[in-house]
């Protein structure tokens, strides 16, 4: 009778607030970057939602930059549920998702290297990501231009 089944979503506009809140512990130690509610609406379909018993425990967006290229951002797993598979779920999803609309490879930017390793990504340099993330993700970074954070990426 314990057992709580968790539904993969997309996300809706009413999810804004909940996803804020959720990313929020993230957003203020800079681990992940800080996305204004208009921000949000404006890729409201880039997201998968993570929700237990209608409360939302992570979710995660995939971004195109080109025709080829994706990547995963915005991921967030609640800290209580971490290390349960919610976290490669959502990047499962999101793959497929690149996958089946022909791109060809995915991307992120993290701390989290063994996790999106354990996926079947392999890390490169930054500088071959395009130009324009830098400069418009990254930019907006409080740690910006002193980055520490690992590129890696997945053909799919």
Excluded at 7 to 16: M, R, S
Excluded at 122 to 133: F, T, V
Aim: aromatic residues 8%.
């Amino acid at each position: 009778m314990g057992f709580q089944m968790i539904e993969y979503i997309g996300a809706t506009l009413k999810d804004i607030d909940s996803m804020q809140k959720l990313v929020e512990p993230e957003v203020q130690s800079g681990v992940i970057l800080a996305r204004n509610i208009d921000e949000i609406a404006t890729n409201i379909r880039s997201y998968i939602l993570a929700k237990k018993d209608g409360k939302l425990i992570g979710f995660g967006a995939l971004h195109f930059h080109t025709p080829l290229l994706g990547e995963i951002r915005s991921l967030i797993v609640s800290p209580d549920v971490r290390g349960k598979g919610v976290g490669k779920e959502i990047v499962g999803k999101n793959l497929a998702s690149a996958k089946k609309l022909l791109a060809q490879r995915v991307f992120t930017l993290t701390y989290k290297k063994e996790f999106f390793e354990s996926l079947g990504f392999r890390e490169i340099p930054k500088e071959e990501l395009p130009a324009h993330k830098i400069w418009a993700d990254c930019i907006k970074c409080k740690f910006f231009p002193i980055c520490d954070e690992i590129a890696l990426i997945i053909d799919i």
